[in-house]
Structure formats: C-alpha cells, structure tokens
C-alpha cells in the first residue's frame, strides 16, 4: 500500500469518525451553493499551488498581475464609452508589459497580437480638436 493510500484510509476514518459524533451538524452555509472560485488566469498546473499560497495570504506578484489582467480584459469586453475603453487598453498593455518584464520574456505574443487586432477593430477613439 502507497502512502497516499494510508493517507487517503486515515482521511477516511476520521471523516466517519466526525459524521458518527455529529460534527458536521449545523454547519454554516449547510444547504447554500458552494462559491467556486474562477481560476482560469491560472495555468492548471499552477492551480494546487495558488490555492494553498493564496489559503496562507499570499500571492505571487506574477500571479496577482495575471488576475489583474485578467480582470481588465473582462471589463473591456463589456465598456461601451470609447474614452473608458482606451484607458483600459493603456491599462491592459501596462500590465502586460510589467509581466513581460517581471517574466523576463513575453507573453504568448500570438494572443496579444490577435487580441489587440480585435480591440483596434472594436475601438475608434475620436481625435479632439
């Protein structure tokens, strides 16, 4: 038997153990839809590791400059005001510059390029005269 096998047999007993004494009566939030947390601007193999540093406080810049960008390519997906869209697009190409810089090599160039063409194509920022 592995280790995780006895690991997972332990985890086990004491689950029944605790459901036996009750202990999982009257739990807050019992009856409520669990809140599952969108990790998608983390590379799935990264995920595990987020989870547990993020549980601790913590989160990696590289990781907190994922979700923020992450968080301004939504927005822009949903602004219509062409003055708000051109400032999150300095915003989004800031913040892909600083992981670019941080990662000391660039990210995924192919999807910003297409990402930017579809950003162009949607915004026509007016000249003021």
Known sequence: MGILQV??????????EAMERGE???LEGKGKPLVLEDLSHVPEELRMAY???KNAGYLPPEVQLMKE??????????LEDEGTKYR??????LLITKLNLMRRRPVN????????????????VRRRS
């Open 7 to 16: 690991f997972e047999k332990i985890a086990e007993r004491r689950i029944q």
């Open 24 to 26: 999982f009566e009257n």
């Open 51 to 53: 989870k547990i540093l």
């Open 69 to 78: 960008i992450k968080t301004t390519e939504d927005l822009l997906d949903h």
């Open 88 to 93: 999150q697009i300095k915003k989004l190409n």
């Open 109 to 124: 160039l192919e999807k910003e390029q297409v990402y930017y063409e579809k950003i162009v194509a949607k915004v026509r």
